[in-house]
């Protein structure tokens, strides 16, 4: 025991994983769930409306959603004109908005509303939902007290009312009238209905990332133990210089990445449906790109790091925080937008909103140019700071 606690001591990295690691996961979690930076109540769900109506009634209702603390309602800002059921719908598909509120007319003077919603957020939904819900029955409340005022006053001027119509069952007449929220309410999914087990490409995303760094990152070290045995000093005595050494195991990580990913998507499309020929192209260019900037990382780290024990430590450590801010572990959907602002500082964030948009959304491949574009700029920016790490190894 006396031996094993000078050893732990005197091991940095294992003091990190023993103590500092599940502390710093806590942490990041309790900032997705408590009350930190991730703060423990629902985030705003950025929403348009609809009003089909175009009635007081409607425009109350538009009111009191703006001053919801759970919404954010958004607005095409070039164009001033309100918005049509085709433009909202298309702002849910392509992810600008989570939520179009559109308000309809139901029998009579009532007004129902219809939700068209992106599925990929299960929480969103049922909050707005409810939300929208307690409006209509809000509504519906005061229309109804303005109908059994406006009665009293002309049954007022006819005849004395019975002696039993008492207010409170007048109340209580108003109540049974009206409808529960939910029957006020219907929920359109515009963007899951017609596909095929489309979450599971999420998740595989998700996973595929983590571990194309986990692998990066190995693959990395394997330049740590060429160092170690004098490998990589016979290598350099050769015509072979850094630059094509460090270029040949990049081209190399990427290769054996993008091969990972598609073994990955391969067996979900055979074993879960996940379409993968009809993404085909999309799905090339965001793991092609995805790959290469997680090799570009795997080699920043080796160069950074002066054994393999202190690039295990650190890789885990980094790999696995990125993977819970990024999305990785946790939907970001769930996070506030403080905690989804600091994803943004991840290539998981980037990559994960590059698979959503060719799997879940169909968009085009010009849609990914910012998620193809930050994930190239990372890819160079490592393999450069990498070269110039690796000088010291030149001149050792």
Not at 161 to 168: E, G, K, L, T, Y
């Amino acid at each position: 025991m006396h031996i094993s606690l000078r050893r732990l001591l005197h091991n940095r990295v294992e003091l990190l994983l023993t103590f500092v690691v599940p502390i710093a996961f806590f942490s990041v979690f309790a900032l997705i769930f408590g009350k930190g930076i991730g703060s423990g109540t629902t985030p705003k769900v950025k929403v348009v409306v609809v009003d089909e109506m175009q009635s007081p009634v409607s425009a109350t209702i538009v009111e009191s959603l703006r001053d919801s603390a759970g919404l954010r309602l958004m607005h095409d800002e070039a164009d001033d004109q309100p918005l049509t059921f085709e433009q909202a719908s298309k702002m849910v598909r392509h992810g600008s908005v989570t939520i179009a509120i559109v308000l309809k007319a139901d029998q009579g003077d009532a007004i129902r509303a219809e939700l068209l919603a992106d599925a990929s957020d299960q929480v969103a939904g049922q909050v707005v939902s409810a939300l929208v819900g307690r409006e209509l029955v809000i509504a519906k409340t005061r229309q109804a007290s303005r109908i059994r005022q406006t009665g009293g006053v002309r049954q007022a001027t006819v005849r004395r009312p019975p002696v039993d119509a008492s207010p409170v069952q007048s109340s209580a007449e108003v109540a049974s009238s009206l409808s529960d929220p939910a029957e006020l309410v219907q929920i359109v999914d515009v963007i899951g209905e017609d596909k095929a087990n489309p979450v599971v490409s999420m998740y595989a995303a998700g996973i595929a990332v983590m571990f194309l760094l986990f692998g990066a990152t190995g693959g990395g070290g394997v330049l740590l133990e060429e160092r170690e045995n004098t490998t990589l000093d016979r290598l350099l005595s050769t015509e072979l210089t850094m630059d094509q050494l460090l270029l040949g195991k990049w081209f190399y990580l990427t290769a054996l990445g993008f091969v990972q990913v598609c073994v990955m998507f391969l067996w979900g499309q055979f074993a879960f449906g996940v379409d993968l020929r009809g993404h085909l192209d999309g799905f090339v260019m965001m793991t092609l790109v995805t790959s290469s900037a997680a090799a570009a990382f795997g080699l920043f780290l080796a160069t950074l790091c002066k054994t393999r024990g202190q690039l295990n430590g650190l890789s885990v450590i980094l790999i696995l925080t990125m993977s819970a801010l990024g999305g990785s572990m946790v939907p970001r959907y769930v996070m506030s937008e403080r905690m989804r602002e600091l994803g943004l500082w991840t290539f998981n964030a980037w990559a994960l909103d590059g698979y959503d948009k060719v799997f879940w959304r169909d968009l085009p491949v010009e849609a990914l140019s910012p998620q193809l574009a930050v994930l190239m700029i990372a890819a160079v920016a490592f393999l450069l700071v990498a070269r110039a790490l690796a000088i010291r190894w030149e001149f050792d």
